[in-house]
Structures are given as structure tokens and as C-alpha cells.
């Protein structure tokens, strides 16, 4: 990635001449971008809280991370496609579930892009959606309890980058294919039969409004091009999804000489209400696609993983007007809708301008068909005519805008290492700002919406270089916080981020706050295995399985000493934490246990699987410290060889 965008460099520096904005790696630089009150500004006072929310995306831990705006300070890791020690998510039986996928088990993804749930376009504070581009996957996260709801696996697709993008109501989230593939049924082809059998299926990922469960409502078959970003349209372009494509060339290897031999590649516009239309005459067709749909349950605390194996699919070539391309400069990266969704945002990473495109322009094209000929059967449409207009040498390496909600756009320059904002009406540049280093993504709380909040700019940089103390070869990734409530964007802050920050959004804490779930309600709990008092604490033998249920409250196990385990038996730990206090969770583990650790929350039942692989008395305690007798919290379980006759006893 970073070769290739420094192959981008050269190139563009080539193409542009001399172009000298790059700012100085000389710290004394930033100094002078740096607000003269810009402690205060971020400083939240002990025992207060934050203003916003920032929802960052982990990169390739897999996992998102929740940071307070403007402190910059951590608050949690929420797990997602991965196995998290701390909590026992993904190790616990439970939670093991949601990691399946049709290739089985894998507790690892690469997340690029954070989508917050929306209504009319505005950020409604019920969910997160995060991508995994490797093992294609969606994954839902509850704002409520911030923690991973629902993982759906993308079929027919290599690469999951263009998502998990929503529509202005979260009726959908998108997931279009970076790479390219065969369909996952014809998918023994020669590589270089690219342009015959390739497809970059697009999925329609419907959302229930209640209850937020996931579905694939259809799969587009589009063109076997790269899709790369995407946005949902807004207020009279809502019936509408944008989606960057690079690769239009249909090569099969990516190198520079390959990928972008063309002047302009294109912006995807996809119909998604007519898509609809069609599925409603019945044009949809049902093909074969292995899946997993994994959904976890508040009620039972536990998740169950589903396979499926068909699919529906839209063919565009049976359904016109359902797709169009517009035109493009140099291999667009960002693809970004401004507020009143009257203008789409195409940002070249090798191209010198920034194209804007008119929603209404693109309307009256496709109405007198003012096409540039066809891209595989789907109208190319007239540059000029859908083109709203250019912002000239703004910057070099234009990747992503985001919005003030005050009339401008700001935009990520890697190359140029910068933040640009420009007049979205006028295209003019009205402020820069450096950024320390090669700055990827951007988040202004409520930048991609309809009601922008303004006042913040996070800048998510690619290099840190000399900001923190070195730690070894690899150094923190990092954000910059700017204030933007001026004319001039002002530095305020660096901080580290957990794992590479791709994309984030940010959302008033105001929105979040009043949804927090604070207690899992014991009487609730509908856990197969739970026991809610001591008094159905039992030991059970079904065969080789040993099954523990069991209870913690401070500050003891009960059972805390079982005797009778034999070497051979698989023993489940079902731990109910019978606390109804909020912020008291007890942690479990056993000495060997390959599972880790479970944390387990008041009201909640969860289950550790262990082993054991020695004869002897093994020791168990809670992990998390609870009272002033935590310490003594702790028991132990008697393992005998396989054929001794020690009686089941606790
Ligand atoms: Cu890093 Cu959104 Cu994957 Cu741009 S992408 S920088
Ligand atoms: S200890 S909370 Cu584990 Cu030394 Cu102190
Ligand atoms: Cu329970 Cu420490």
C-alpha cells in the first residue's frame, strides 16, 4: 500500500511539475498551526466527561476502539473480528460463534470503515458498522451495550473495502468487492480470463429498523472492476449509493503501468430504489453462495452461527437503468456526498483537480441520455455534463472530504500531507493545514451527514515518524485533533490510536449517553445454563462432559472446590455473575486453559471450556479485581487419572 502510493508520488510530482507544498518535518513547523490556547481546548476536566464520541476502526487488529473527543483519551477496545484476551470474546463458547465463516473459524480481519447508524440522514446513535475486508465480512455493534451484535459474511467477493457504507435511513449497508473474482460457484478460472469470468458483485445488506438484523438482500453483478469507496446519497439523491472504481482497465496485475492506463476512471451511480423495483417484478435470480450469518443474542448471552447457501442476484443487463458510470480523473479514491446530497465528491489520487459532481446534472444526463458510449453494457455518462466542477491544484494525493456543515469540504491530501478545505459552491481553497505524517482518513463529528457538527477535524495519519516516544521499529499510529470552528483550522492535539486508524466517525456523546445499557437484569437472563442463585449451583456428568454451573458475587466462587474430574473430560464452566451493581464484573480462568479468560458482566452468564491435561489440583480465581477480597476469590478442581473412581463432589 504504502510502495504504491509512493510510486503515486513520483508520478504525480512528475505530472505536475514542481509542486512544493510538502510541509517540513521540522517540529518547530507545526508550532505555528498550533492553536495558542490549544490545551485548554482539549482539556476535560477530571470526573468529566467528553463531548463526542470518536468510533475508530482498529485496521488490521480487526477491532474498533472508542476515544473521547477533544481528550483524545481511550476508553475501550470493542472486539470484533477478533479474540480479545481481556474480555474472553471469541474464546468464550458463547461468543465463539460469531467468528465462524464458510472457510470455518477466523478470529482475524482487516476493518477499514466505520458506518454509523442514520435516520433521514442524521446520526441516530443506535449502531456501529465496521467492515472486514480480508474474509469479507459486516459486522453490527450495539451503541448500547458497545459490543458486537451480528457478523454476516460477504459471498462472491475478495475484499470487502467498499463498505460497510449505510443509506440515509440504514435500510441497507453496502459491500462492494476491491478485488474482483470469479463467482464463488464458477471459480476455477485461469487468472488471465479476467475480463471474461471476473465479477465485482455489489451486496445490498438490508437492516431491520427494530431490531437491526442483517440480511443480503441482493447481490449486484457489476463489473469486474475494483470498487473502492462509497457513499449513500442524501435528501433527493437518497435512492441512490456512489461507489468509487479504480482498475478500470480490467487488468489482473495492479502494477502502475497496468492499473492506470486510463485518463479517468469512474464513479458508480447505483439506483437502489429502482434495484428494488426489480426485485419486487421478480427479476432477482437465486444462485448458489456459501455464507455465515452469526447473531448474538442479549437474552441467551450467547450467539448462534448459521450457514446459507443461495443468494440473490440482480443482473444489470436484464434491469436498465439501474446503473450508470460517471467519468472520473486518475483512480478516485474517496467518494463522498455533501450534506444536502446535491454534490459527489471524486477524489483522484493521481489526478491534480478535485472533480465535484451535480446530483441534479447527473439527473438530466441520464434524462437526455448524454452518454460517453458504455463501460461492459452500462452507460458511461458525459463528463462534462454530470461535472458540477473542478477545485484546481488543491493538493497532491486527494483521498478523502468530509463536511463543516458551513458550506465546505475538507480533504485529505496523502501525498502533500495536508488538510484542504475548500467552498463546496465556489471550489475554492479557503484554508490548508499540514498534518505529521500522510494523513489517510479524515472524521469531522458528523461530517458525513446531513447535520454536520463541525468544530473538530481528526486527521488519522499513515506515518508518525518523530511525533511520540520510539517504541522500537514499530512506532504508535496517530490522530491529530484541529479546531474548526474559525476560519483557519488550528492543530489542538496528536494522539495515539489503537491499531492503524483507517476510518472513524465521531458522534455527540449526548446521542450515546441516554441509550447506555448500565446492567444485564438477572431475572432476565435466559441463558441455557444459567443458575440464578447459589442455590442452583450444581456439578452435572453428561458422558466425557462435565458441565459446572456456577455462580460468582463478592467474593467467592460457588462451587469453589470440585473434586471427581477425570483426565479425558471436557469440563464448561458456566459462570453467572449474580451482581445487579453496575461496574462489577468477575473474571474467571484455570491454569492451562487454552480459552483464556471470560469476563463476566452482572446479570450475565458466560462459559470457559477447559481441558485439563494433567493429573493434580489446579488452582481458579477471578481475574478482575472486585472487592478487597478479591484476592480470595479463588477455588479448585481435582483432575484423577481417566479410570480412578473419585466421586463427582462440590
Ligand atoms: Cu485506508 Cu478507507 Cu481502506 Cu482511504 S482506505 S486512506
Ligand atoms: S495485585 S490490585 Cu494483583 Cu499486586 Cu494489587
Ligand atoms: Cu471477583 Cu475479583
Known amino acids: 500500500m504504502k510502495n504504491r502510493f509512493l510510486k503515486i508520488a513520483t508520478y504525480s510530482l512528475a505530472i505536475l511539475g514542481a509542486w512544493s507544498c510538502k510541509p517540513s518535518a521540522d517540529k518547530t513547523a507545526s508550532s505555528s498551526f498550533l492553536a495558542g490556547d490549544a490545551a485548554e481546548k482539549v482539556y476535560v476536566k477530571p470526573g468529566t466527561h467528553d463531548e463526542f464520541y470518536n468510533i475508530v476502526s482498529g485496521g488490521f487488529n480487526g477491532q474498533l476502539s472508542v476515544v473521547g473527543l477533544p481528550s483524545g483519551r481511550t476508553l475501550k477496545i470493542i472486539p470484533v473480528f477478533s479474540q480479545f484476551a481481556e474480555s474472553g470474546w471469541g474464546y468464550s463458547e458463547e ?120 440480511g443480503i438482500k441482493f447481490q449486484l453483478k457489476t463489473p469486474g472492476v475494483s470498487y473502492d469507496l462509497a457513499r449513500a446519497g442524501k435528501g433527493k439523491s437518497a435512492g441512490w449509493f456512489f461507489f468509487s472504481t479504480y482498475n478500470t482497465e480490467q487488468a489482473n496485475s495492479l502494477l502502475e503501468v497496468n492499473a492506470s492506463q486510463k485518463d479517468k476512471d469512474f464513479i458508480l451511480a447505483v439506483n437502489w430504489k429502482k434495484a428494488e423495483e426489480y426485485l419486487a417484478q421478480g427479476k432477482g435470480k437465486k444462485e448458489p453462495a456459501k455464507y455465515a450469518h452469526n447473531v448474538y ?172 516516544l520510539p517504541t522500537g521499529p514499530e512506532l504508535a499510529q496517530s490522530a491529530q485533533l484541529y479546531d474548526i470552528s474559525g476560519d483557519k483550522m488550528k492543530l489542538l492535539l496528536d494522539f495515539p ?80 455473575n449474580l451482581e445487579q451493581d453496575w461496574d462489577v464484573p468477575h473474571g474467571f480462568a484455570v491454569r492451562g486453559a487454552l480459552n483464556a479468560e471470560i469476563l463476566v458482566m452482572p446479570g450475565e452468564t458466560s462459559t470457559l471450556k477447559w481441558v485439563p491435561t494433567k493429573v493434580g489440583v489446579t488452582p481458579m480465581y477471578c481475574t478482575d479485581f472486585c472487592s478487597a477480597l478479591h484476592q480470595e476469590m479463588q477455588g479448585y478442581i481435582r483432575v484423577s487419572p481417566a479410570g480412578s473412581n473419585v466421586p463427582l463432589t462440590w
Open 95 to 214: 461468543t465463539k460463534p460469531m467468528l465462524n465463516t464458510s472457510h470455518g473459524f477466523v478470529p482475524w480481519d482487516d476493518s477499514h470503515h466505520v458506518a454509523l447508524s442514520t435516520t433521514k440522514s442524521e446520526h441516530d446513535g443506535r449502531w456501529a458498522f465496521i467492515n472486514g475486508n480480508n474474509t469479507p465480512r459486516i459486522a453490527r455493534v450495539s451503541l448500547s451495550t458497545f459490543r458486537t451484535e451480528e457478523i454476516i459474511e460477504i459471498p462472491n467477493s475478495g475484499g470487502n473495502h467498499s463498505s460497510p457504507f449505510v443509506t440515509a435511513n440504514t435500510e441497507y449497508a453496502v459491500a462492494g468487492t476491491r478485488f474482483s473474482v470469479p463467482p464463488d460457484n464458477k471459480a476455477d478460472v485461469p487468472i488471465s480470463s479476467f475480463k471474461q469470468n471476473f465479477k465485482g458483485y455489489i451486496s445490498f445488506v438490508s437492516i431491520d429498523k427494530t431490531s437491526g438484523r442483517m
Open 297 to 468: 443474542s442479549e437474552e441467551t448471552h450467547s450467539a448462534t452461527s448459521t450457514i446459507i447457501n443461495e443468494v440473490m442476484t440482480l443482473d444489470p443487463k436484464e434491469c436498465p437503468d439501474l446503473l450508470y458510470f460517471m467519468p472520473c480523473p486518475k483512480s478516485p479514491h474517496g467518494c463522498d456526498v455533501d450534506p444536502t446530497g446535491q454534490y459527489i465528491v471524486g477524489s483522484g489520487k493521481l489526478a491534480a483537480v478535485i472533480p465535484v459532481f451535480s446530483f441534479d446534472k447527473m439527473l438530466k444526463a441520464i434524462a437526455n441520455k448524454t452518454y460517453d458510449g458504455n463501460f461492459d453494457g452500462i452507460p458511461v455518462l458525459k463528463y462534462d455534463a454530470v461535472l458540477h466542477g473542478e477545485v484546481k491544484k488543491p493538493g497532491l494525493g486527494p483521498l478523502h472530504t468530509e463536511f463543516d456543515g458551513r458550506g465546505n469540504a475538507i480533504t485529505s491530501f496523502f501525498v502533500s500531507s495536508e488538510l484542504v478545505k475548500w467552498n463546496i459552491e465556489k471550489l475554492e481553497v479557503v484554508d490548508r493545514v499540514p498534518t505529521f505524517y500522510s494523513v489517510g482518513h479524515l472524521s469531522i463529528p458528523g461530517g458525513p451527514t446531513a447535520k454536520p457538527w463541525g468544530k473538530y477535524v481528526v486527521a488519522y495519519n499513515k506515518i508518525t515518524k518523530d511525533r511520540y
Open 497 to 576: 490510536t489503537i491499531g492503524e486508524p483507517h476510518y472513524a466517525e465521531s458522534i455527540p456523546a449526548s446521542l450515546i449517553e441516554k441509550n447506555n445499557k448500565k446492567i444485564f437484569k438477572l431475572e432476565e437472563n435466559k441463558h441455557p445454563y444459567v443458575a440464578k442463585g447459589e442455590k442452583e449451583t450444581k456439578v452435572v456428568r453428561k458422558g466425557k462432559e462435565v458441565h459446572v454451573y456456577m455462580t460468582s458475587i463478592r467474593s467467592h466462587f460457588s462451587p469453589d472446590n470440585i473434586e471427581g474430574i477425570k483426565l479425558g473430560d471436557v469440563v464448561y464452566f458456566h459462570l453467572t
